[in-house]
């Protein structure tokens, strides 16, 4: 495997402020999605307790004004560390057909992908764009592109979508980082049970790409590894794969029983140190912090929580003929009918 090297040095004192903020209120908010969804207030939802240094630490590494975001279900803490709106981000959660009401164009984070691996490619194809476009506009100049970041499970690395991505990354030197959230479980199956060869950052050298493997509870590994990969990616060196050990702390989903395939003692000795006290003692440790200001943290991200809330709230449900709206920029004659006789029975219902 070609190790890809970073600095292992700290980040100043604001910046892991600025992180631990939004670790704080990624907490706070997936905490509350849980209640949500036992209020009836979203019908479903992906929990990402044990995630939060691996996603708000790998996007602090992008620049949201050209990189672009790809994630799966259980992204919100990046979606929040990207800036997404998150009521307009929680309405995914709402199971319309629209998946989230934010903007992808805007805030550059596609819509969340529940097809395990699937974004994988997308991620490369638009990669692969920008690199032909950046040699189209000038064959000479050294590369500087922008960079996709793809968010993936340990389990999704064993879809056949993920080789297809990762062997074209390799071929054509697509400014790619597959960003790996390794929590130890594809729902009830063990890491162990379905990724061969080791480590998801083994595949690497098969792919002739560069890998990474970092600590996914310490936030400063994150960003530090993560920026590393994407200066190697923006460069035109090609794609990285980090692969970020976490641990999925709760359920797979709020219609999981993690009961029936590892006990309470299991997780408590699995997990690990919690991503949000690690990043907290060594803020006050270094004397960057103060108690005072643990508390106002915690404050910031429960006001946060009531007007998300809020929002979701007042989100009624989309009208029907939606449905048929936003899939092609000009209506074919057949998804037309369908619309019309959709129309038809709707009327007297
Ligand atoms: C193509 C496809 N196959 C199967 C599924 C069913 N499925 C949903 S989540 C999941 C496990 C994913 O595990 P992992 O990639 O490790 O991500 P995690 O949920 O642990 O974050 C599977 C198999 C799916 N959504 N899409």
């Known amino acids: 495997m070609t190790s890809l090297a970073f600095e292992r040095t700290p980040l100043a004192d604001a910046e892991l402020v600025r992180l631990?903020?939004?670790?704080?209120?990624?907490?706070?908010?997936?905490?509350?999605?849980?209640?949500?969804?036992?209020?009836?207030?979203?019908?479903?939802?992906?929990?990402?307790?044990?995630?939060?240094?691996?996603?708000?630490?790998?996007?602090?590494?992008?620049d949201m004004s050209r990189d672009f975001l790809f994630p799966t279900y259980?992204?919100?803490?990046?979606?929040?560390?990207?800036?997404?709106?998150?009521?307009?981000?929680?309405?995914?959660?709402?199971?319309?057909?629209?998946?989230?009401?934010?903007?992808?164009?805007?805030?550059?984070?596609?819509?969340?992908?529940?097809?395990?691996?699937?974004?994988?490619?997308?991620?490369?194809?638009?990669?692969?764009?920008?690199?032909?476009?950046?040699?189209?506009?000038?064959?000479?100049?050294?590369?500087?592109?922008?960079?996709?970041l793809v968010f993936l499970g340990d389990g999704a690395t064993s879809q056949g979508d993920v080789h297809e991505a990762m062997n074209f990354a390799g071929v054509f030197e697509t400014p790619t980082v597959f960003f790996v959230q390794n929590n130890g479980w594809a729902i009830s199956v063990p890491t162990e049970r379905q990724v061969s060869g080791g480590?998801?950052?083994?595949?690497?050298?098969?792919?002739?790409i560069a890998a990474v493997r970092v600590d996914g509870n310490d936030i400063e590994e994150v960003v530090q590894a993560t920026r590393a990969a994407v200066a190697h990616a923006r460069s035109g060196a090609g794609p990285v794969v980090v692969e970020a050990m976490t641990y999925r702390r709760g359920p797979h989903s709020t219609s999981d029983d993690p009961g029936r395939y590892r006990s309470l003692e299991e997780e408590r000795n699995d997990g690990g140190p919690d991503p949000l006290d690690v990043a907290r003692e060594r803020l006050l440790s270094r004397g960057a912090f103060s108690t005072a200001d643990v508390a106002d943290v915690q404050s910031a991200a429960?006001?946060?929580?009531?007007?998300?809330?809020?929002?979701?709230?007042?989100?009624?449900?989309?009208?029907?003929?939606?449905?048929?709206?936003?899939?092609?920029?000009?209506?074919p004659v057949s998804l037309r009918e369908q619309a019309a006789a959709w129309r038809e029975e709707s009327d007297h219902v």
Do not use: C
């Open 20 to 62: 631990y903020s939004q670790m704080t209120q990624v907490r706070h908010l997936d905490t509350s999605a849980i209640a949500w969804q036992r209020q009836g207030i979203v019908p479903g939802y992906a929990p990402m307790r044990g995630q939060e240094a691996a996603q708000v630490g790998a996007v602090a590494a992008l």
């Open 74 to 148: 259980r992204e919100m803490g990046a979606a929040l560390a990207a800036g997404v709106d998150m009521g307009e981000y929680m309405a995914t959660h709402k199971a319309t057909w629209n998946g989230g009401m934010y903007d992808a164009r805007a805030t550059r984070v596609t819509p969340i992908q529940t097809v395990i691996g699937g974004s994988a490619l997308h991620a490369v194809g638009w990669g692969h764009g920008q690199r032909l476009d950046a040699l189209a506009a000038d064959a000479d100049a050294p590369l500087d592109l922008p960079v996709a």
């Open 199 to 208: 480590s998801v950052a083994a595949r690497g050298a098969g792919y002739g």
């Open 302 to 331: 429960e006001a946060l929580e009531e007007r998300v809330r809020a929002d979701v709230q007042a989100q009624g449900p989309r009208p029907g003929a939606e449905m048929f709206e936003y899939v092609y920029q000009e209506m």
